[in-house]
């Protein structure tokens, strides 16, 4: 099989396939298991989502950042070889040095095999960093869409485990969205049934 070469999606948004070696993906899979407190976000619109989140380092409350998490329990700490990672992967993605990239939240999302999330922008952050996004598990179809509405024109991209993708500068706050997951696609060895993944963001 050849391998899937890294693209440009659109200028500052790139998807740099198989980034996390088989390793390094079990290795993530089992620190996400410990990982505390996956619970369906409630929407002020009233909707629920369908995957379940754990938030480190700030709890996304739609729309915003807290200190606590929705019952006032504590969130769990960002923990430093993940700003490492996230530095790591800028790095390779831009193909630049990112040391002074500081990633100080991350949302954890789980995926069973009927969820999926609407196309929307990342802009409850403050900064206007990076995204740094890790797959593991099933593959899905990613949408990486425009700034200006979740309409077209829009790439679909397949997001498989281990594959990081970036979007950053013009592309920051492009919509987005992953509008199915191909359940049953993940490897057996992997152990993880669904699909997870790990946005790093500066808030
Ligand atoms: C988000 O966390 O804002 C996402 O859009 C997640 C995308 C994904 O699951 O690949």
């Given at each position: 099989l050849l391998p899937r070469p890294r693209r440009e999606?659109?200028?500052?948004?790139?998807?740099?396939?198989?980034?996390?070696s088989a390793q390094e993906q079990r290795?993530?899979?089992?620190?996400?298991?410990?990982?505390?407190?996956?619970?369906?976000?409630?929407?002020?619109?009233?909707?629920?989502?369908?995957?379940?989140?754990?938030?480190?380092?700030?709890?996304w409350l739609p729309y915003r950042y807290d200190r606590l998490r929705e019952d006032g329990s504590p969130v769990e700490p960002f923990p430093d070889w993940l700003a490492d990672l996230g530095r790591r992967a800028l790095a390779d993605a831009y193909d630049r040095p990112a040391d002074d990239y500081q990633p100080d939240v991350a949302l954890v999302n789980y995926y069973d095999a009927t969820a999926?999330?609407?196309?929307?922008?990342d802009k409850d952050e403050r900064s206007t960093e990076p995204v740094v996004s890790l797959s593991l598990g099933d593959t899905c179809v990613f949408r990486f869409g425009n700034t200006e509405s979740r309409n077209r024109p829009y790439t679909d991209v397949e997001l498989r485990s281990?594959?990081?993708?970036?979007?950053?500068?013009?592309?920051?706050?492009?919509?987005?969205?992953?509008?199915?997951?191909?359940?049953?696609?993940?490897?057996?060895?992997?152990?993880?049934?669904?699909?997870?993944?790990?946005?790093?963001?500066?808030?």
């Open positions: 999606i659109a200028p500052g948004a790139v998807h740099v396939p198989d980034w996390l290795d993530l899979v089992t620190t996400c298991r410990g990982w505390r407190g996956y619970r369906s976000t409630r929407l002020p619109s009233g909707g629920v989502m369908s995957v379940r989140t754990v938030c480190l380092g700030w709890q999926k999330m609407g196309m929307h922008q281990g594959d990081l993708f970036v979007f950053g500068g013009p592309a920051r706050l492009a919509f987005h969205g992953v509008p199915k997951t191909l359940p049953g696609t993940a490897d057996p060895d992997l152990g993880l049934t669904g699909r997870l993944n790990l946005t790093l963001r500066v808030s």
